[in-house]
Structure formats: C-alpha cells, structure tokens
C-alpha cells in the first residue's frame, strides 16, 4: 500500500525563523493537500496541489509539489505564534480517500 | 452554507459498553462522508469513508462499523468498546474524491 512519510515530526521556532515541512510518497499522486490542525482543534484545509512542480503562495506559506508528484513541502517564512499546530499532507493516488501523514507539530515561542 | 455537526463533543465509557457517534452535514447533497480516529498526538487514521447512502468502505479492520442511513448522516458504532478506542474522532465530508475535506469538531471519548 501507499505509504506516506512526513518529517519532521516536531520543529520547535523562534518567533521570526522560517519553517519548513516535508511530505513523501511511495507512489505517484494525482493530488496532494495540505491541512493545519490547532491544538484542542480540527484540521481545516489550506490548499491542494495538482500538478508537476506546481508552486502556490499563500501569504506567508509557499506550498510545492514535485516534479515527480511524489513529494511536497509547505515552507512558513518569518513564523509566528498564531501559525502554532499541527500540519498535515493528505495524499490520494485515486479514489475517493486521502491517506494523510502522521504531521509536523509546530510550536513558536516569542 | 455548507455545515457539519458532531456529537457529542466528550464522552467517557467503561470498557465493553456500546458507542454511537452521530455526524450529520447540512447545505449539501450527496457528500462524501469520512470518519477519522486520532490518537493523542498522533496523526489521523481513517476509519471509514461513503458514497452514498448505504455505502461503506472499511479502511481498518476493528471492532468499529458506520453506517449512512441517510444521505447527509453518518454513524460510527461499536458493540463494545475497548481502552484502545480511546481518542479524538472526527468526520469530514467533501463534494467529489478530489476535492477538499471539511472536518466536523470531532468527539473525544474516553474508555476506561
């Protein structure tokens, strides 16, 4: 079966540095998504990629997929406190379910 | 507005007991339904996913089922609960397979 690695699994920032957390699959994807969970909360969605070597910006967060569309990253620039919880990538080769990372829980201290 | 409502948001069980957890989605037809379980500080495991009323796929063999007797709801079930199925369990729903998940609060049951 598919099989979905996320690392790293904690990164704890100072309040300005930049975060980055990366997303790997044994197997090619037709999409991956990305969702944030705060803590004591659930996961909301922030984007989903689609396409080879796509790049998508989100104010402070770049999110790429590889040109394989077997990896991604999600990069914070200057984090801050407010982006404090959990990420993660939600993978689906085909079907009508996502298999998702076990997260990268970000912690920022000011 | 599309919305999605779980219930209840805590529970706590003896061990043996029997569960329901009721999700229903509200400003949409036809969702797709997913159940999620997350262990403390874990990631999140699918449990079981729908289709369509009466359609369940099992993603883990457990001593959990679902059921969607209605279009927009969806039930998670057990018999008897074990320590095991303590954690957070969320509901999701999206409008095709590839589309984005939408995630209901969750419940967090406790079995002891």
């Known amino acids: 079966g598919q099989q979905v690695m996320q690392i790293p699994q904690y990164q704890h920032v100072q309040e300005g540095e930049d975060f980055t957390t990366y997303c790997n699959s044994s197997t090619t994807l037709s999409n991956i998504q990305w969702y944030k969970q705060r803590p004591g909360g659930h996961p909301v969605f922030l984007i989903q990629?689609?396409?080879?070597?796509e790049v998508k910006k989100q104010k402070r967060l770049t999110f790429q997929f590889g040109e394989a569309k077997k990896n991604s990253s999600l990069h914070i620039t200057a984090t801050q406190t407010t982006d404090v919880g959990t990420y993660f990538c939600g993978l689906s080769n085909s079907g009508y379910a996502l298999n998702f990372g076990k997260g990268t829980s970000l912690l920022v201290t000011p | 507005s599309q919305t999605i409502h779980q219930w209840p948001a805590t529970l706590v069980q003896p061990v043996g007991s029997p569960l329901s957890l009721e999700c229903t989605v509200e400003g949409t037809s036809n969702p797709n339904l997913y159940w999620y379980r997350q262990a403390a500080g874990r990631g999140l495991q699918l449990l079981f996913y729908s289709v369509g009323i009466g359609q369940i796929s099992s993603e883990v063999p457990q001593n959990l089922s679902a059921s969607r007797p209605q279009d927009r709801q969806f039930i998670l079930s057990s018999k008897k609960l074990l320590l095991s199925d303590s954690g957070f369990y969320l509901c999701?729903?999206?409008?095709?397979?590839?589309?984005?998940?939408?995630f209901g609060p969750g419940t967090r049951l406790t079995v002891l």
């Open positions: 999701a729903w999206s409008g095709s397979s590839y589309n984005e998940q939408f």
């Open positions: 990629l689609v396409k080879s070597g």
